[in-house]
């Protein structure tokens, strides 16, 4: 299994200010994953983040909005810009397994924007 | 395009019943299923997995099964327990995993 270790669990912020969520897995993996949980909702994947180059982002959902970095094969930060209150939700970084099959989630980031 | 179902979407049970979460797909090209529990503002968990050549699998009082003939996935838990109480969300796909809304659980002491 592969252990991810992912901050702020949750945050208040207001309106237009921006946020970074990390996610720090305890193991080196190809690819990592966003996800954003709407209240109520299912997961919608956002982006899959790989190691040096640039993340590959949903239909709906783009780079200025939702900026990913990925220095190196055990870190990844999405930040959340300009927030408004249709961003509150909850923001999950995840990974493949070791074998590329199961998939693992970090707690979650429950944010909330006033 | 794939797509992930979910029924029920709500399910309250007494304490010790057997009870059955059903997930249904649209593309039978499917990888694998996985099935996650959910706790209220958490991160998940991953229960099961279920590969495209396999059936079933079973973990504790937990049964997931697979039918990719008639586009189907069901949750079995056996003696249910108030630590039961969860959302669980059936995933599947053929490189990014397409979630279901969930089925939420209560399961009455």
Partial sequence: SAVIS??????????????TIQCQ???QVTMMFWYRQQPGQSLTLIATANQGSEATYESGFVIDKFPISRPNLTFSTLTVSNMSPEDSSIYLCSVLGPFREKLFFGSGTQLSVL | KQE???IPAALSVPEGENLVLNCSFTDSAIYNLQWFRQDPGKGLTSLLLIQSSQREQTSGRLNASLDKSSGRSTLYIAASQPGDSATYLCAGGG???IFGQGTTLQVKP
């Fill in chain 1, 6 to 19: 992912q901050k702020p669990s949750r945050d208040i912020c207001q309106r237009g200010t921006s946020l």
């Fill in chain 1, 25 to 27: 897995v305890d193991s």
């Fill in chain 2, 4 to 6: 992930v179902t979910q």
């Fill in chain 2, 95 to 97: 490189g990014k995993l």
